[in-house]
Nanobody, 116 residues
C-alpha cells in the first residue's frame, strides 16, 4: 500500500511563504504524474501544480509565478514552495500521485491558512 504523507502547512500572514512536502513510501519514479491539489470550504478540489515524469511543470493560472513544484528523488519527496501567499490560497492541500496503471494515490491533506 503506497502512502503519501504531507507536511508543512500552517498559518501565515498575507505575503508570506510556506513550503509543503509530500513524502512517498516508494520511489517517485513509480509514478507518471505527481501533483498538488487544494480544496477550500464549499469548493471543489482543484489542481494547483503538476509534474509529469518527463516534462515541464504546469501551474494553475492563480498560482503561476508564486508557487513552485519540485521533487527530491533521493528523499522520495514532492515539494510545493508557496510565496506571496494570499487569503484566497487558504485551503487543504493534497498531494497526488498517479502510476502507470492510472491508479491515483492521495495524501491525507495539510491545512494552509493565510490570514492577518
Amino acid at each position: 500500500q503506497v502512502q503519501l504523507v504531507e507536511s508543512g502547512g500552517g498559518l501565515v500572514q498575507p505575503g508570506g511563504s510556506l513550503r509543503l512536502s509530500c513524502t512517498a513510501s516508494v520511489s517517485l519514479f513509480s509514478f507518471n504524474t505527481l501533483a498538488w491539489y487544494r480544496q477550500a470550504p464549499g469548493n471543489q478540489r482543484e489542481l494547483v501544480a503538476s509534474r509529469l515524469r518527463y516534462g515541464s511543470p504546469r501551474y494553475a493560472d492563480s498560482v503561476t509565478g508564486r508557487f513552485t513544484i519540485s521533487r527530491d528523488n533521493a528523499a522520495n519527496t514532492l515539494n510545493l514552495q508557496m510565496n506571496s501567499l494570499k487569503p484566497e490560497d487558504t485551503a487543504v492541500y493534497y498531494c497526488n500521485a498517479v502510476d502507470s496503471r492510472g491508479i491515483s494515490q492521495w495524501g491525507q491533506g495539510t491545512q494552509v491558512t493565510v490570514s492577518s
